[in-house]
């Protein structure tokens, strides 16, 4: 689950030295020593996201002795760093603390000599090599680039709801459903996926209530057709979240009705927001093809139209949307630029992928 922070801008990732050799993660919010390198700006490869998917690129590359540069973005983590507890990230049986999991992985990729830096790339020239990236007044340049940004979920922008995310509120089923064993929750859209959303949850909430602002679902006809005939699923048509209930938990929420404007309270445990995700695309949009939905295609594996630009993780993939899949994406798209790299003479074949 999320911990309402209401986003990760500002937050510090979190990466110390111990003794000048080891990183090791620290709580967040610890100050981050500036790296000795913050000024190298070139780089074979350059990764755009500090997520799961660029942060796994790096640790790839740096192996490869890629001497990888992260612009990791001011939400440094990526989706994670809003989770609380990550019960289906392979290797942590007792399930880990979402920013821990992105502490960990940013301090693996440090320790192959990745840098990693925490800003926004504004602007890209992808139109010759060496590539350009500019990002916080610095003009990066890099043989090759993985395009590692991600996507956002996007929430009501109601202040109740931020402030009780991971405290009931969530973006995330597959995610944070477990959670919610015979308990009743609230899913709010009326798209396709949302009504996957009710469907998943219906494995293990009780109730499942799709509040919906319409008098018809978005959806596929098959997918409405599953979710009207779930005996878990009920519908409140015309309704709208105008307010997320509770204390320190989600006690319950309360709906206006879009026809007559009667407002009444809908108790529930939990609240999933499904009314979509946006891809962060908006920089690469000019250089990179986009699917009907928005996010980077992709030509041959992770490689993008543009030779030396490869993708990776949530901002192509609307699909699967995990942490584990977004890793694994990195390590292809890392495996692949080094390939890239190898074959124009400017790395030693296959490093990254030996183990
Ligand atoms: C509430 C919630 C709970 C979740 N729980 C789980 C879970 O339990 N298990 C699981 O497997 N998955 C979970 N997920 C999904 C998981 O977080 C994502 O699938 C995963 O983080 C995607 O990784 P990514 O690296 O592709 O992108 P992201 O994590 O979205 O990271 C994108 C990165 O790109 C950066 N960025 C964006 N634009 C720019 C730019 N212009 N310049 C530089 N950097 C930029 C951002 O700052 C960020 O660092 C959850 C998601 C949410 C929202």
Same mark, same amino acid.
């Given at each position: ?41 070139d780089a074979r490869v350059v ?14 590359a740096?192996?490869a002795n890629l ?53 926004? @790339?504004?602007?890209?020239?992808f139109?010759r090599r060496p590539f ?9 340049t890099a043989q090759t680039v993985i ?6 979920? %996007? ?29 009743? @929750? @609230?899913? !709010? ?54 307010? !997320? ?58 490689a993008t139209?543009i030779e030396g630009v490869f993708?990776?993780?949530? !901002? ?7 942490? %584990? ?9 890392a495996i692949d630029a080094e390939h890239w790299l190898a074959e124009h003479g400017l790395a030693e074949p296959a490093t990254a992928?030996?183990?």
């Amino acid at each position: 689950m999320d911990q309402g922070t209401g986003g990760t801008r500002g937050i510090t990732p979190l990466q110390i030295m111990s003794d000048g050799e080891q990183p090791v993660a620290a709580p967040v919010g610890t100050p981050v020593p500036a790296p000795a390198d913050e000024q190298r700006t070139d780089a074979r490869v350059v990764i755009v996201g500090s997520g799961p998917a660029g942060l796994t690129a790096a640790i790839y590359a740096a192996r490869a002795n890629l001497e990888p540069i992260v612009l990791g973005g001011y939400e440094a983590g990526g989706q994670l760093m809003i989770t609380s507890e990550v019960e289906n990230f392979p290797g942590f049986p007792e399930g880990i603390q979402g920013p821990e999991l992105m502490d960990r992985m940013r301090a693996q990729a440090t320790r192959f000599g990745a840098l990693v830096l925490d800003v926004d @790339v504004e602007r890209v020239d992808f139109s010759r090599r060496p590539f350009r990236l500019w990002a916080g007044g610095v003009e990066y340049t890099a043989q090759t680039v993985i395009v590692a940004s991600g996507a956002s979920a %996007i929430w009501l922008e109601l202040e109740s709801e931020t402030r009780l995310r991971g405290r009931g509120v969530s973006a995330c089923a597959t995610c944070d459903g477990f959670f919610f064993r015979d308990r009743k @929750v @609230v899913v !709010v859209g009326g798209g396709d996926s949302a009504l996957e959303e009710a469907l998943f949850l219906t494995k293990y909430a009780r109730e499942v209530v799709v509040v919906h602002r319409r008098d018809q679902f978005r959806g596929s006809r098959i997918m409405q057709e599953r979710a009207l005939s779930n005996p878990r699923i009920r519908v409140a048509w015309n309704s709208q979240v105008v307010e !997320v209930l509770g204390d320190q938990q989600v006690s319950g929420v309360r709906l206006r009705d879009t026809v007559t404007g009667e407002e009444r309270v809908e108790p529930t445990d939990g609240v999933f927001v499904a009314i979509g995700h946006r891809p962060n695309t908006g920089v690469f949009r000019d250089w990179l093809d986009t699917d009907p939905k928005g996010y980077l295609s992709v030509h041959e594996e992770t490689a993008t139209r543009i030779e030396g630009v490869f993708v990776a993780g949530d !901002v192509r993939d609307h699909r699967y949307r995990q942490a %584990i899949t977004a890793a694994g994406d990195g390590c292809r798209a890392a495996i692949d630029a080094e390939h890239w790299l190898a074959e124009h003479g400017l790395a030693e074949p296959a490093t990254a992928s030996a183990w």
